[in-house]
């Protein structure tokens, strides 16, 4: 179900590369409107706007979203010299220039090349909040590495929403591919495979991250989560020639107990369904084993395609806390003084790759 109301913008809250953050006069209070989808609005402007999130209490109804604007205007930003649609088959759908579109004439000779990746690490990272801890803390390790996040569309389709990402294409060394139906990056790509490739040909000496939007989904199950999506990232690396590496999802504040620790996120995706050799970095100390289930870590390591690297927990929450702890850098609300050990994972995997 979704429900569609009328609201007028009483103002603009703020306006960013790719959406305009509204004040309005019903639902939530604030809108978001995807300058790709609708022209831009103004004060007094009256707009219709999607309030299900913010009935269901869900944590994406913080804002509503312009579903359709009540006057003419120009019409909204986009890049008509592509043909790939995303969105496709919705009344948003819209056409892209994507890097492997035949448009792209400097590019197509790539795409009908085989990926091979040599060896090449890839950090793989299920939530969105990991992305600004591993830029920053890879800039400390590397400054002046370029670092490429392909971002899947197991999450949020539009990327503008994403103050993080906001804020990361204001550097220069910060590159992101959107891929899949997700759209919004500083380049589009059809899929995670050719975001791949485009990356590794064109920025050879980055790191490559793969990861999603805001707004991931759990259902309390087993295989009922958007991380999942994981093991086919692995899967796709390792039949390439890459490496995996899995930044490992810790926390000592989740309430949740498939969370607290090592959460089940990453022990399913990585046990169950990933067939390419991987590596999980893991902290390795008293703060951190408190909190972990020794067993299912044991059980990891005894996985033939598995290596379980263990870092000096100590020596990277020393460095987290140093680089990180001005900063305003947050998980589901918790900064580093209420959950350390996320961080600290994070950061684990981080360093392992640039030790």
């Known amino acids: 179900m979704h429900r569609i109301i009328s609201v007028t913008v009483l103002g603009i809250l703020e306006e960013n ?40 209490g869900l944590g994406t109804g913080g804002a509503d979203f312009v579903c359709s604007i009540e006057r003419e205007g120009e019409s909204a930003e986009g890049t008509p010299e592509g043909h790939i649609m995303k969105c496709r088959y919705l009344p948003v759908q819209q056409s892209m220039l994507t890097v492997e579109s035949p448009e792209n004439h400097d590019a197509a000779g790539l795409y009908q090349e085989e990926l091979h990746l040599g060896g090449k690490r890839i950090l793989l990272c299920e939530l969105h909040s990991m992305l600004p801890v591993v830029w920053r803390l890879y800039r400390d390790l590397k400054p002046g590495g370029r670092l490429v996040a392909i971002i899947d569309d197991q999450a949020a389709l539009a990327l503008p929403f994403s103050r993080i990402l906001g804020r990361l294409h204001g550097e220069e060394d910060f590159i992101s591919i959107t891929a899949g139906q997700a759209f919004g990056g500083k380049y589009e790509a059809v899929n995670v495979l050719t975001a791949m490739q485009y990356a590794a040909d064109t920025y050879p000496d980055a790191l490559i991250v793969i990861t999603v939007g805001p707004g991931v989904a759990g259902t309390g199950t087993r295989y009922g989560y958007s991380g999942i999506v994981q093991a086919s990232w692995a899967n796709l690396i390792g039949k390439k ?39 999980l970095p893991l902290p390795a100390g008293e703060e951190t084993w408190r909190h972990i289930d020794c067993e299912a870590v044991e059980k990891m390591k005894r996985h033939p395609w598995i290596e379980v690297p263990e870092i000096e927990e100590s020596r990277v929450m020393r460095w987290i806390t140093a680089v990180l702890g001005g900063e305003n850098v947050t998980t589901m609300g918790r900064g580093i003084k209420e959950d350390l050990l996320f961080f600290t994972g994070v950061g684990t995997a981080v360093y392992w790759l640039n030790p």
């Open 17 to 56: 590369r790719g959406v305009q953050w509204l004040a309005t006069d019903g639902g939530c209070g604030r809108a978001v409107l995807y300058t790709s989808l609708y022209q831009k609005v103004k004060p007094g402007d009256r707009v219709k706007v999607n309030v299900t999130a913010g009935m269901l």
């Open 241 to 279: 020639g890459g490496i995996p590496v899995w930044a490992p999802r810790l926390s000592q504040a989740d309430r949740r107990n498939r969370h607290y620790g090592l959460s089940h996120h990453t022990i399913t995706a990585l046990t169950e369904l990933t067939y390419a050799d991987s590596v």
